[in-house]
């Protein structure tokens, strides 16, 4: 089992989610949210990732995260009935750990249906069901930040990546980050943009 990369990045595909990071002349194809793909680094740079290695009978797929807690919280949404590694990695797109943990504690189906093809009766079974499987305990190390651990870039233009990886067009994307406000979480600005595009829709 490959538990973590360290590498070259060679090759980040436009509009894609997926990096192409080699290891020792070895070239790994790794599937990762949209904003981790904008924020890793840049095209030559040496990466690092916290790795998921997803065993199918018919396929083998490295799922790539900046942080352990990430890693973990990913792996603990795949315990939950029905969610499989694409919800799990979408709701990670949208939520991290921390905003997770708080979406549960707050029984927030709002946030939940921020997830792109998550509706209320899928957020209320969600709701429920992560409740009931998901170890708070791993998203509390969350909150105590990624000390040691390069901090994601901040920017507008994360999160129009983001969004475009989450399958939202140009005109959309546009039209909702020019509302936006003079903010640098990305988190926040990212959460801000979904909650402007569901009333939108």
């Known amino acids: 089992m490959i538990g973590s990369l360290r590498g070259t990045l060679l090759d980040r595909g436009v509009g894609s989610a997926e990096l192409l990071v080699e290891v020792q002349g070895v070239g790994y194809r790794v599937t ?20 998921h290695h997803h065993l199918r009978e018919d396929a083998q797929t490295l799922y790539g995260f900046a942080t352990r ?28 750990p921390a905003g997770l943990q708080q979406v549960l504690a707050d029984d927030d189906l709002d946030a939940l249906c921020l997830v792109p093809g998550v509706g209320r009766k899928t957020a209320t079974r ?29 920017s507008r233009r994360d999160v129009h990546d983001a969004l475009e990886g989450l399958g939202y ?33």
Do not use: N
Not at 70 to 93: D, K, N, Q
Not at 178 to 184: F, G, I, N, R, S
């Open 69 to 96: 807690e990430e890693r973990a919280c990913f792996e603990a949404l795949l315990a939950a009935h029905g969610v499989g590694p694409a919800l799990a990695l979408a709701i990670l797109s949208v939520h991290d």
């Open 126 to 154: 969600l709701l429920v069901e992560l409740k009931s499987r998901l170890d708070l305990g791993v998203l509390d190390v969350a909150r105590l930040g990624d000390e040691g651990a390069g901090a994601p870039s901040t």
């Open 32 to 51: 990762v949210a949209p904003a981790t793909a904008v924020a890793v680094g840049d095209v030559g740079d040496e990466v690092f990732l916290h790795i």
């Open 169 to 201: 067009g140009a005109d959309e994307i546009r039209e909702v980050l020019h509302d936006l406000p003079a903010e640098t979480d990305r988190s926040l600005l990212l959460r801000l943009a979904l909650q402007r595009l569901a009333v939108a829709s």
